[in-house]
């Protein structure tokens, strides 16, 4: 199992600037992914960026240019930084963790979801 400690969010105006955190603990396997997923009101979950252990990066179009993940591998946290936001941002925010435990399983795990709010 891992745990996922969420933290930061709140409420923002466009053009402003969150950063999300989230922490894991755990059974860590050393080939693995975080990253941050996004629900809007009315909405499915979306993926909006995720980094690999060895440093691999991918991002939502939709973020691209604006947002930025990194992780801290010694201490197993993952950051979102989002700048320049916008109303359509608005969501809740999942932290993920995937743990590669071998060629043909992983394991998902989720974070509870943190607000993000972008006044217009």
């Known amino acids: 199992q891992v745990q996922l400690v969420e933290s930061g969010g709140g409420l923002v105006q466009a053009g402003g600037s969150l950063r999300l955190s989230c922490a894991a603990s755990?059974?860590?396997?050393?080939?693995?992914?975080m990253g941050w997923y996004r629900q809007g009101p009315g909405k499915q979950r979306e993926l909006v960026a995720t980094?690999?252990?060895?440093?691999?990066?991918n991002y939502a179009d939709s973020v691209k240019g604006r947002f930025t993940i990194s992780r801290d591998n010694a201490k197993n946290t993952v950051y979102l930084q989002m700048d320049s936001l916008k109303p359509e941002d608005t969501a809740v925010y999942y932290c993920?963790?995937?743990?590669?435990?071998?060629?043909?399983?992983?394991?998902?795990?989720w974070g509870q979801g943190i607000q993000v709010t972008v006044s217009s």
């Open positions: 993920n963790f995937r743990n590669y435990v071998s060629s043909w399983k992983i394991e998902d795990y």
């Open positions: 755990g059974s860590i396997f050393s080939i693995n992914a």
């Open positions: 980094i690999t252990s060895g440093g691999n990066r």
